[in-house]
Protein backbone atom coordinates (compact mmCIF):
# COMPACT_ATOMS: atom_id res chain seq x y z
CA UNK A 1 0.00 0.00 0.00
CA UNK A 2 1.82 3.23 -1.23
CA UNK A 3 2.18 6.15 1.87
CA UNK A 4 -0.19 9.08 2.18
CA UNK A 5 2.26 11.74 1.35
CA UNK A 6 0.04 13.93 4.17
CA UNK A 7 0.21 11.09 6.51
CA UNK A 8 4.00 10.97 6.73
CA UNK A 9 4.41 14.48 6.86
CA UNK A 10 2.48 14.98 9.70
CA UNK A 11 3.95 12.32 11.81
CA UNK A 12 6.88 14.13 10.83
CA UNK A 13 6.07 17.57 11.98
CA UNK A 14 4.58 16.01 15.41
CA UNK A 15 7.33 13.96 15.79
CA UNK A 16 9.95 17.32 15.64
CA UNK A 17 7.72 20.08 17.01
CA UNK A 18 6.32 18.07 19.91
CA UNK A 19 9.42 17.33 21.50
CA UNK A 20 10.16 20.92 21.33
CA UNK A 21 7.28 22.01 22.76
CA UNK A 22 7.80 19.71 25.64
CA UNK A 23 11.72 21.29 25.79
CA UNK A 24 9.99 24.98 25.56
CA UNK A 25 8.06 24.63 28.64
CA UNK A 26 10.78 22.99 30.50
CA UNK A 27 12.74 25.97 29.50
CA UNK A 28 10.52 27.96 30.68
CA UNK A 29 10.38 26.55 34.39
CA UNK A 30 13.89 26.65 34.82
CA UNK A 31 13.63 30.54 34.01
CA UNK A 32 10.87 31.41 36.39
CA UNK A 33 12.06 32.02 40.38
CA UNK A 34 10.36 30.50 43.27
CA UNK A 35 7.17 33.02 43.47
CA UNK A 36 6.03 31.75 40.19
CA UNK A 37 4.46 28.78 41.43
CA UNK A 38 1.46 28.77 39.16
CA UNK A 39 3.62 29.49 36.19
CA UNK A 40 5.58 26.17 36.88
CA UNK A 41 2.86 24.25 37.52
CA UNK A 42 1.65 24.89 34.32
CA UNK A 43 4.88 24.17 32.55
CA UNK A 44 4.86 20.68 33.43
CA UNK A 45 1.07 20.46 32.21
CA UNK A 46 2.80 21.08 28.99
CA UNK A 47 5.66 18.99 29.46
CA UNK A 48 2.47 16.17 30.71
CA UNK A 49 0.70 16.83 27.64
CA UNK A 50 3.24 16.55 25.13
CA UNK A 51 4.69 13.53 26.84
CA UNK A 52 1.55 11.92 26.23
CA UNK A 53 1.21 13.56 22.51
CA UNK A 54 4.72 11.55 22.07
CA UNK A 55 2.93 8.32 23.36
CA UNK A 56 0.06 7.91 21.20
CA UNK A 57 2.45 9.42 18.15
CA UNK A 58 4.01 6.17 19.03
CA UNK A 59 0.82 4.54 17.62
CA UNK A 60 0.98 5.56 14.57
CA UNK A 61 2.66 4.59 11.33
CA UNK A 62 3.37 5.99 7.81
CA UNK A 63 0.78 3.11 6.62
CA UNK A 64 -1.89 4.77 9.10
CA UNK A 65 -4.82 5.59 8.06
CA UNK A 66 -5.10 9.39 6.56
CA UNK A 67 -8.89 10.63 8.55
CA UNK A 68 -7.05 8.95 11.79
CA UNK A 69 -4.22 10.85 11.53
CA UNK A 70 -6.04 13.74 10.46
CA UNK A 71 -7.70 13.80 13.95
CA UNK A 72 -4.64 13.58 15.60
CA UNK A 73 -3.44 16.91 13.85
CA UNK A 74 -6.83 18.07 15.24
CA UNK A 75 -5.66 17.33 18.42
CA UNK A 76 -2.27 18.35 18.80
CA UNK A 77 -3.49 21.45 16.73
CA UNK A 78 -5.58 22.07 19.97
CA UNK A 79 -1.92 21.41 22.27
CA UNK A 80 -0.12 23.66 19.85
CA UNK A 81 -1.96 26.58 20.44
CA UNK A 82 -2.30 25.92 23.95
CA UNK A 83 0.89 26.46 24.70
CA UNK A 84 1.14 29.15 22.19
CA UNK A 85 -1.59 31.11 24.26
CA UNK A 86 0.36 30.35 27.49
CA UNK A 87 3.83 31.79 26.17
CA UNK A 88 1.79 34.61 24.79
CA UNK A 89 0.41 35.31 28.48
CA UNK A 90 4.40 35.26 29.91
CA UNK A 91 5.64 37.24 27.57
CA UNK A 92 2.68 40.00 28.56
CA UNK A 93 3.38 39.50 31.89
CA UNK A 94 7.11 39.81 31.67
CA UNK A 95 6.75 42.95 29.27
CA UNK A 96 4.41 45.20 31.83
CA UNK A 97 7.11 43.39 34.45
CA UNK A 98 4.29 42.03 37.02
CA UNK A 99 6.72 38.93 36.98
CA UNK A 100 10.70 39.13 36.62
CA UNK A 101 12.36 36.25 35.33
CA UNK A 102 15.49 35.05 33.52
CA UNK A 103 13.54 34.24 30.49
CA UNK A 104 13.84 36.78 28.17
CA UNK A 105 11.52 38.55 26.61
CA UNK A 106 12.51 37.91 22.64
CA UNK A 107 13.14 34.55 23.76
CA UNK A 108 9.69 33.77 24.72
CA UNK A 109 8.22 35.87 21.52
CA UNK A 110 10.76 33.57 20.06
CA UNK A 111 8.98 30.32 21.60
CA UNK A 112 5.19 31.10 20.32
CA UNK A 113 6.60 31.89 16.98
CA UNK A 114 7.31 28.54 16.69
CA UNK A 115 3.75 26.95 18.53
CA UNK A 116 2.11 28.90 15.88
CA UNK A 117 4.23 27.93 12.99
CA UNK A 118 3.41 24.42 14.35
CA UNK A 119 -0.47 24.75 14.58
CA UNK A 120 -0.12 25.99 11.49
CA UNK A 121 1.79 23.49 9.70
CA UNK A 122 -0.85 20.84 10.68
CA UNK A 123 -3.67 23.58 9.62
CA UNK A 124 -2.18 23.16 6.28
CA UNK A 125 -1.78 19.49 6.56
CA UNK A 126 -5.42 18.81 6.78
CA UNK A 127 -6.07 21.26 3.99
CA UNK A 128 -3.85 18.64 2.60
CA UNK A 129 -1.40 21.54 1.46
CA UNK A 130 1.68 19.69 1.10
CA UNK A 131 3.69 20.87 -1.96
CA UNK A 132 5.53 23.90 -1.10
CA UNK A 133 4.63 27.49 -3.75
CA UNK A 134 7.53 29.73 -4.49
CA UNK A 135 5.26 31.98 -1.67
CA UNK A 136 5.81 29.39 0.66
CA UNK A 137 9.73 29.13 0.02
CA UNK A 138 10.43 32.59 0.80
CA UNK A 139 7.88 32.73 4.08
CA UNK A 140 9.68 29.91 5.21
CA UNK A 141 12.96 30.75 5.02
CA UNK A 142 11.86 34.18 6.40
CA UNK A 143 10.90 32.33 9.62
CA UNK A 144 13.68 30.14 9.89
CA UNK A 145 16.30 33.09 9.40
CA UNK A 146 15.03 35.12 12.31
CA UNK A 147 14.72 31.91 14.52
CA UNK A 148 18.12 31.23 13.58
CA UNK A 149 18.98 35.20 13.76
CA UNK A 150 17.53 34.53 17.61
CA UNK A 151 19.71 31.88 18.07
CA UNK A 152 22.75 33.72 18.05
CA UNK A 153 21.60 36.17 20.40
CA UNK A 154 20.60 34.20 22.36
CA UNK A 155 23.92 32.16 22.79
CA UNK A 156 25.99 35.21 22.41
CA UNK A 157 24.49 36.56 25.50
CA UNK A 158 23.62 33.38 27.49
CA UNK A 159 27.71 32.53 27.11
CA UNK A 160 29.97 33.79 29.75
CA UNK A 161 31.48 37.43 28.97
CA UNK A 162 35.08 35.91 29.26
CA UNK A 163 34.05 33.21 26.42
CA UNK A 164 35.72 36.36 24.40
CA UNK A 165 35.95 34.17 21.07
CA UNK A 166 33.15 32.56 20.71
CA UNK A 167 30.35 35.62 22.14
CA UNK A 168 32.50 37.32 19.03
CA UNK A 169 31.40 34.30 16.90
CA UNK A 170 27.98 34.33 18.36
CA UNK A 171 27.95 38.25 17.45
CA UNK A 172 28.98 37.73 13.92
CA UNK A 173 25.94 35.07 13.15
CA UNK A 174 23.37 37.00 14.40
CA UNK A 175 24.78 39.87 11.88
CA UNK A 176 25.12 37.83 9.34
CA UNK A 177 21.46 35.78 9.75
CA UNK A 178 19.72 39.97 10.06
CA UNK A 179 20.96 40.38 6.59
CA UNK A 180 20.01 37.39 5.22
CA UNK A 181 16.55 37.90 7.02
CA UNK A 182 16.91 41.34 5.36
CA UNK A 183 17.02 39.80 1.78
CA UNK A 184 14.55 37.38 1.88
CA UNK A 185 12.11 39.68 3.28
CA UNK A 186 13.12 42.21 0.32
CA UNK A 187 12.78 39.53 -1.96
CA UNK A 188 9.10 38.91 -1.12
CA UNK A 189 7.88 41.70 -0.92
CA UNK A 190 8.86 41.30 -4.77
CA UNK A 191 6.92 38.96 -5.62
CA UNK A 192 5.18 37.09 -7.90
CA UNK A 193 8.73 38.80 -10.02
CA UNK A 194 10.34 36.78 -8.10
CA UNK A 195 9.53 33.41 -8.90
CA UNK A 196 11.45 32.37 -11.18
CA UNK A 197 13.55 29.15 -10.38
CA UNK A 198 17.17 30.59 -11.05
CA UNK A 199 16.58 33.50 -8.15
CA UNK A 200 14.82 31.01 -5.61
CA UNK A 201 17.83 28.12 -6.12
CA UNK A 202 20.36 31.04 -5.42
CA UNK A 203 18.65 32.50 -2.41
CA UNK A 204 18.20 28.77 -1.33
CA UNK A 205 21.73 28.03 -2.29
CA UNK A 206 23.01 31.29 -0.06
CA UNK A 207 20.98 30.42 2.75
CA UNK A 208 21.96 26.40 2.82
CA UNK A 209 25.69 27.70 3.03
CA UNK A 210 25.07 30.06 5.55
CA UNK A 211 22.92 27.73 7.85
CA UNK A 212 25.19 24.77 7.45
CA UNK A 213 27.91 27.39 9.23
CA UNK A 214 25.88 28.07 11.89
CA UNK A 215 24.79 24.24 12.17
CA UNK A 216 28.03 23.60 12.92
CA UNK A 217 29.11 26.28 14.93
CA UNK A 218 25.88 24.89 17.21
CA UNK A 219 27.43 21.07 17.27
CA UNK A 220 30.98 22.24 18.78
CA UNK A 221 29.08 24.72 21.34
CA UNK A 222 27.04 21.78 22.42
CA UNK A 223 30.01 19.09 22.99
CA UNK A 224 32.09 21.89 24.65
CA UNK A 225 28.85 22.46 27.18
CA UNK A 226 28.50 18.97 27.51
CA UNK A 227 31.81 18.28 27.92
CA UNK A 228 31.90 21.26 30.63
CA UNK A 229 35.16 23.18 28.68
CA UNK A 230 33.64 26.44 28.22
CA UNK A 231 31.48 28.72 30.67
CA UNK A 232 28.24 29.89 30.25
CA UNK A 233 24.45 29.38 30.89
CA UNK A 234 23.43 27.29 28.72
CA UNK A 235 21.73 24.15 29.59
CA UNK A 236 23.13 21.04 27.40
CA UNK A 237 19.73 20.41 26.27
CA UNK A 238 19.27 23.94 24.87
CA UNK A 239 22.51 24.01 22.89
CA UNK A 240 21.50 20.15 21.55
CA UNK A 241 17.78 22.05 20.81
CA UNK A 242 19.25 24.92 19.13
CA UNK A 243 21.13 22.27 17.14
CA UNK A 244 18.11 20.27 15.99
CA UNK A 245 16.11 23.21 14.66
CA UNK A 246 18.83 24.66 12.17
CA UNK A 247 19.12 20.65 10.98
CA UNK A 248 15.70 20.70 10.52
CA UNK A 249 16.14 24.23 8.33
CA UNK A 250 18.81 22.15 6.42
CA UNK A 251 16.28 19.52 5.62
CA UNK A 252 13.36 22.05 4.80
CA UNK A 253 15.68 24.31 2.38
CA UNK A 254 16.25 20.51 0.79
CA UNK A 255 12.91 19.42 0.40
CA UNK A 256 12.22 22.70 -1.34
CA UNK A 257 15.13 22.31 -3.56
CA UNK A 258 13.69 19.00 -4.64
CA UNK A 259 10.89 20.65 -5.03
CA UNK A 260 12.13 23.55 -7.65
CA UNK A 261 13.67 20.89 -9.46
CA UNK A 262 10.88 18.87 -10.36
CA UNK A 263 8.47 21.89 -11.15
Known amino acids: MATNPIVARSLDEIAFWSRIM ?3 ALFLSLGFNLEHKQLVDEAQQFIALFERIEEKLSRFSVNSDLHQVQAFNNEVYQAAAAIWGYKRKVLGL ?8 NNYPLLVDHISREAAYFANRLKELNEGKLAPT ?9 FFLRIMADHAKFIGHLLDPSERK ?10 DFDQLLF ?20 FLDQNKVSVASLRDFKKTARELIEACRIKSNIHPLLADHTFREAERFLEIIDLFEASLSRN
Open 134 to 142: ADTVIQENV
Open 166 to 175: LVAQAREFSH
Open 183 to 202: QAVDLDSMRPQSETKPILSQ
Open 94 to 101: TLRCEIRS
Open 22 to 24: KEH
